[in-house]
C-alpha cells in the first residue's frame, strides 16, 4: 500500500524536528505528495492536497467589513478600491504546529463522520475511501 510507505517513509526522524517547525510539517506533506503523484495513487494525492488547502484556508484573515465607513474610495473608476500592484494584499495568519494539528483533526473527524454517513446510507466504497484518507492523515499527527 502506498498510502502506508508515504506516512511512514521519515521512520521517525523528522517528528521532533516537525514540533519546532510547522513548515517542516507542510514540507513533509509536500514531499509526500510529490511521492504519492510519482506513485499514482489517487487517494493520497486526493487527501494531501485538500489538506494543503485546508491549511491555505486557515491562514486567510476575515475579510474587512464592508460599508459607507470602510473610508473614501481610493479610485476614481470604482469606489471603495485600492490602486496599485499589491496595494489590495493583506499578510495572512502565522499558523503554530497547534493550529496544524488542529486543522489536521478536522480533516479527520470530517472524513471519519462522513464515512459513517455513506455507510449508513449503503455507499460502503465511498465511506472507505473516506476511512482510507483519515488513515493517512492520522500518520502525521504526533504520538
Do not use: C, W
Not at 472524513?111 to 473516506?130: N, P, S, V
Request: net charge negative.
Amino acid at each position: 500500500m502506498v498510502a502506508a510507505e508515504v506516512t511512514d517513509s521519515n521512520d521517525g526522524k523528522d517528528d521532533e524536528q516537525d514540533t519546532a517547525n510547522p513548515g517542516r510539517l507542510r514540507a513533509r506533506l509536500r514531499a509526500d505528495l510529490t511521492t504519492a503523484m510519482k506513485a499514482r495513487d489517487k487517494v493520497v494525492v486526493a487527501v494531501l492536497r485538500t489538506t494543503l488547502a485546508a491549511f491555505d484556508d486557515a491562514e486567510a484573515v476575515p475579510p474587512p467589513a464592508v460599508g459607507p465607513a470602510t473610508g473614501p474610495a481610493t479610485s476614481e473608476y470604482v469606489a471603495g478600491t485600492s490602486v496599485g500592484l499589491g496595494s489590495a494584499e493583506v499578510a495572512r495568519r502565522e499558523l503554530t504546529l497547534d493550529d496544524l494539528y488542529a486543522v489536521l483533526r478536522a480533516q479527520i473527524d470530517e472524513r471519519t463522520a462522513q464515512a459513517h454517513t455513506y455507510a449508513a446510507h449503503g455507499q460502503a466504497e465511498a465511506g472507505d475511501r473516506l476511512r482510507r484518507e483519515a488513515d493517512v492523515l492520522r500518520g502525521y499527527l504526533p504520538g
